[in-house]
């Protein structure tokens, strides 16, 4: 809640909490509920409630769908006034990554994807900057590449993929001044809300911010800008560990959270609907803050997150129990935020500070190894601080140590051994289109068969820095088979989707509370990347199919079967 009375509190009433938001969405004047809180507004904030609150007192409280959609007309201007075309002027028709390609069709296609930056960038209009309290946008300086779809406004987690696409376009200034916007947000709010919009606060999405600017310094060898970044860094870092953490098997570890009132303000009649057979209002308030956690940890949504009575990841949103599950990934990601900021210290000469954020990143793995790692399962679980156990289903953050480097090198043979074996045990290795985000079949698009370009990315990349010869090539065959299966999709529809889909090599994705959406920032960064790195080798003439496990054919047959049956029973057989 904001000051009462104030500009800002208009703002908040209108975009993030209030009658004026509760009467507009729940009226379901668009088929997105998106649309209306990415509306600008006519008039200023204050004037715009005190004619609200006339509109409500004129029909009783109870005006029509036709008088409010009148008041909506009247008061907001379509979603998308706050951008002017942008054309980024670092934008270079031949980057270098494309020489790396040898195919032809695939060296046309990174071509294309360099393309897409162009339509993917967003400019605020000087009006944002003077009349902010118009809008819902989060003004930022610098233009920004957003995810594209409904997304026309920064993510956070999605920026770092997108960044390091642009890195591999040689956007430097772009990319720089996306990092440069997120180090302002920090200074100003503390945090990185989930998007750029005002209503995401009170939320974050995973911490990625210390890796943009890692990412940015080893591609441009500018140590100086990891050291402009470093106080802003820290204060990130200390956030999170401030505002995140819970006391697990006598361990600090980080959840995913929410510190905001209400439904999601962009999917207000959805989560309404979800708290439907909560009672009371502290009910209610309490799964609103599960879904909007949910939010924060990107999957949302999720088997991950959901606890039933009896303790396993059954039932649907309103099992979501997100708070009491301690994640692997986030843990994981702090680790290695500490041993980056840990790193930049040292370059600076600071040495006490760099030995202070050794002992973090330390005590960080030890949380890790004790909570996470599961030696039965031979692999890291997320944890259930409800029933006090590991919730022992597959997601991809499972494997996330290796990427964020959470896990001790000296026992590299061991844990390669045993993640192999486990990757074997769950036929993770059998899906033509990807690795699924778990293995069950929900509805919701963070579940099975939906595959997401950053889980596809974290697997690929972590069996690579675990380094056993074993690793190394599956990590390999992943990424060939992450290329191909997009590039299948491209050639079919000249589209890249936000997310695709396992059981088919060139499929994309669905399900979830809104239509797969194109675009797609993080997508286009991820594969970007991997031309780079395995276009020397790709050849379209070798047989997609040929890329997967003997296996293959047996196991889609016997997932598609699960999943019609599943389907038709109305419930997860995975
Ligand atoms: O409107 C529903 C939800 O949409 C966003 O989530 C999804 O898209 C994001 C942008 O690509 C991505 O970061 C996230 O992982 C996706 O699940 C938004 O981030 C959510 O807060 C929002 O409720």
């Known amino acids: 809640m904001k000051n009462e009375g104030t500009t800002e509190d208009a703002q908040f009433q209108i975009y993030c909490h209030g009658p004026l938001l509760h009467t507009v969405q729940m009226a379901q004047l668009y088929q997105d509920s998106k649309t209306f809180v990415d509306m600008k507004l006519k008039n200023r904030p204050e004037k715009t409630m005190e004619e609200f609150n006339a509109f409500m007192l004129k029909y009783n409280d109870t005006p029509t769908e036709a008088e409010i959609r009148d008041f909506v007309d009247t008061h907001f201007e379509e979603r998308g006034k706050e951008f002017e075309t942008w054309v980024p002027n670092d934008w270079k028709e031949n980057p270098e990554f494309l020489n790396a390609i040898n195919d032809p069709d695939l060296k046309q296609w990174g071509s294309d994807l360099n393309g897409i930056w162009k ?3 967003r400019k605020m209009i000087e009006d944002v900057h003077k009349n902010p309290e118009y809008y819902s946008i989060i003004p930022v300086d610098n233009p920004v590449i957003v995810p ?76 100086s800008f990891a050291l402009e970044a470093l106080d802003t860094l820290e204060h990130e870092f200390e956030y999170w560990m401030n505002n995140h953490t819970v006391q697990a098997k006598g361990y600090d570890v980080a959840i995913y959270t929410d510190a905001s009132t209400g439904p999601r303000p962009e999917s207000y009649r959805e989560d309404i609907k979800t708290s439907e057979d909560f009672r009371t209002d502290e009910d209610k308030e309490q799964i609103y803050t599960e879904l909007k956690a949910g939010a924060e940890s990107g999957m949302d949504f999720s088997s991950r997150w ?153 697997l690929i990349r972590g069996l690579e820095n675990l380094g056993t010869p074993e690793a190394k090539k599956l990590s390999e065959r992943w990424g060939h088979r992450w290329v191909k299966s997009n590039f299948e999709a491209y050639k079919q529809t000249q589209t890249m989707f936000e997310k695709y889909d396992a059981l088919r090599f060139g499929g994309h994705g669905g399900g979830g509370e809104y239509d797969v959406q194109k675009g797609f920032g993080w997508s286009n960064g991820v594969i970007i990347e991997f031309l780079t790195k395995y276009g020397g080798d790709l050849s379209l003439s070798n047989s997609a199919v040929s890329t997967v496990s003997k296996n293959t054919v047996f196991s889609l047959t016997v997932a598609l079967l699960i999943s019609v049956f599943g389907t038709m029973l109305g419930r997860s057989l995975w």
Do not use: C
Request: no cysteine.
């Open 148 to 223: 594209g779809g409904r997304f026309i406004e920064f993510y956070y987690w999605d920026s770092y993929w997108i960044i390091r696409g642009l890195l591999y376009s040689e956007m430097y200034d772009t990319a720089r001044g996306m990092i440069e916007n997120f180090l302002s947000i920090v200074q100003r709010f503390g945090y990185i809300p989930n998007g750029g919009r005002v209503y995401y606060s009170g939320r974050s999405q995973p911490p990625f911010l210390t890796a943009m600017v890692k990412a940015y310094v080893d591609f441009k060898k500018d140590y």
């Open 306 to 458: 959901f606890v039933d009575e009896n303790g396993t990841n059954d039932g649907g949103l309103k099992n979501l129990k997100t708070r009491s599950i301690v994640p692997v990934d986030l843990n994981a990601l702090l680790y290695m935020n500490a041993k980056i900021i840990a790193e930049f210290h040292d370059k600076a000469g600071n040495t006490a500070k760099s030995a202070e954020y050794e002992a973090k990143a330390a005590r960080i793995l030890e949380a890790i190894q004790a909570v996470h790692w599961n030696e039965e399962a031979g692999v890291w679980l997320d944890y259930d601080m409800i029933n006090q156990k590991p919730r022992n289903y597959f997601v991809p953050t499972n494997l996330s140590p290796l990427y964020t480097g959470a896990f001790n090198k000296s026992d590299s043979e061991r844990i390669s051994a045993s993640v192999l074996k486990y990757i074997d045990d769950l036929k993770l290795d059998s899906y033509p289109g990807g690795v699924p985000n778990t293995l069950a079949h929900t509805g919701e698009q963070w579940d099975f068969p939906n595959v997401w370009p950053p889980m596809q990315y974290i």
């Open 119 to 121: 339509e993917l960038g």
